[in-house]
């Protein structure tokens, strides 16, 4: 398995991934709209036996306490169902998070599965002092340091760029 930097080619293939593994296409259209709207989105691919089986994203987010910090945020993650419970999932985490450090970004944050995220050193933003601008359960919103210490003194709430908003 290889997991790339997605390409332009990439698309149509990303696409039908993230039709396959969720359930609604509000990823679809999330996927489709931070492309045509973030230019510092990081999206990479797992290419297995020559096609596209896996797919993440990180987009930028702010704090509001301190909006001159460099925090990411994962979302979506998404495997074709049938090759789920591979490492595929984890192999595009990880080198999203790597890829994420590389380009100067000190933590990153993640509204997904409790027993999935921490695995990857992700614990509750609150924790940090740092909420979400969405109402969810305290353990499903997680932050991560790439930085050892880099959330320390900071506080406040994550937002999203606006597609997730409007995508909703």
């Known amino acids: 398995m290889l ?14 991934v993230n039709e396959s593994a969720f359930e609604t ?13 973030e230019p510092a989105v ?4 797992a290419v297995r036996d020559g096609s596209v089986v896996g797919h993440i994203m990180f ?11 460099k925090l990411m945020g994962l979302a979506p993650m998404a495997v074709v169902p049938r090759h789920q419970r591979a490492g595929i999932g984890s192999a595009l985490v990880r080198a999203g998070l790597e890829r994420c450090k590389e380009l100067g970004y000190g933590a990153v944050a993640v509204l997904g599965h409790p027993e999935y995220y921490p695995r990857f050193g ?12 969405y109402n969810v359960p305290d353990d499903v919103f997680m932050m991560l340091e790439l930085r050892p210490g ?5 506080s406040g ?8 908003r409007n995508t909703a």
């Open 3 to 16: 997991i790339r930097a997605e390409q332009p080619g990439d698309w149509v293939a990303v696409h039908r």
């Open 25 to 37: 296409h509000l990823e679809v259209d999330l996927v489709d709209a931070l492309r045509r709207q």
């Open 42 to 45: 990081l999206s990479l691919v």
């Open 59 to 69: 987009s930028p987010v702010t704090l509001s306490e301190h909006p001159d910090l």
């Open 122 to 133: 992700f614990s509750p933003a609150s924790r940090f002092g740092i909420g979400c601008e």
């Open 150 to 154: 880099f959330l320390e003194g900071a």
């Open 157 to 164: 709430i994550v937002r999203y760029h606006d597609v997730f």
